[in-house]
T-cell receptor, first 108, second 116 residues
Framework: GQNIDQPTEMTATEGAIVQINCTYQ??????LFWYQQHAGEAPTFLSY????GLEEKGRFSSFLSRSKGYSYLLLKELQMKDSASYLC?????????FGSGTKLNVKP | GAVVSQHPSWVICKSGTSVKIECRSL??????MFWYRQFPKQSLMLMAT?????????EQGVEKDKFLINHASLTLSTLTVTSAHPEDSSFYIC????????????FGEGSRLTVL
């Protein structure tokens, strides 16, 4: 089976840094992905990790530890438009399994 | 990035009728497409993998006779919700990938189904 856990909701202030954690237990692993989803819209790709370590893309960074089954998404210099749900997904062969998503509320 | 288009965006139907949702890859060929459903405030649940030219593979608990999938060409997959009931009301999203290395998914716009 696949088990992917994320916090349900987080709140942060504009300009701050926030870390969204994801833990997973899956039968196979071919990469961990983070997606952003605004309400009523389709998810959009943010980042990808397949090896341990930190991947940085502008204001967004993602970290992976395969031995711990753990990843986090780091958002810097938060903007109001970053208010959205953030989905952690594990790729198992060619299939993607998603966590329940973390709703991030950014306040002025 | 690759473009995936889904149609219709919204559909309202009466209980007992069937609804077809189309998913197209616009600028690449997709031998495999994935269908997800999402209930309000919940994450994406993989329903089935659509394979071009062969039968779809369904996730455990998904009724294949209820959710008919056809992948007749390399750019089109369809999901038909047969004999829809109010509990089938959901957000259905298709996805595909043209990335050989990472396999990152690109999603269609989603189809919101409401069954009255």
């Amino acid at each position: 089976g696949q088990n992917i856990d994320q916090p349900t909701e987080m709140t942060a202030t504009e300009g701050a840094i926030v870390q969204i954690n994801c833990t997973y237990q899956t039968s196979g692993f071919n990469g961990l992905f983070w997606y952003q989803q605004h309400a009523g819209e389709a998810p959009t790709f943010l980042s990808y990790n397949v090896l341990d370590g930190l991947e940085e893309k502008g204001r967004f960074s993602s970290f992976l530890s395969r031995s711990k089954g753990y990843s986090y998404l780091l958002l810097k210099e938060l903007q109001m438009k970053d208010s959205a749900s953030y989905l952690c997904a594990v790729r198992n062969f060619n299939k993607f399994y998603f966590g329940s998503g973390t709703k991030l509320n950014v306040k002025p | 990035g690759a473009v995936v288009s889904q149609h219709p965006s919204w559909v309202i139907c009466k209980s007992g009728t069937s609804v077809k949702i189309e998913c197209r890859s616009l600028d690449f060929q997709a031998t495999t497409m994935f269908w997800y459903r999402q209930f309000p405030k919940q994450s994406l649940m993989l329903m089935a993998t659509s394979n071009e030219g062969s039968k779809a593979t369904y996730e455990q608990g998904v009724e294949k006779d209820k959710f008919l999938i056809n992948h007749a060409s390399l750019t089109l997959s369809t999901l038909t919700v047969t004999s829809a009931h109010p509990e089938d009301s959901s957000f259905y999203i298709c996805s595909a990938s043209d990335r050989v290395n990472t396999g990152e998914l690109f999603f269609g716009e989603g189809s919101r189904l409401t069954v009255l």
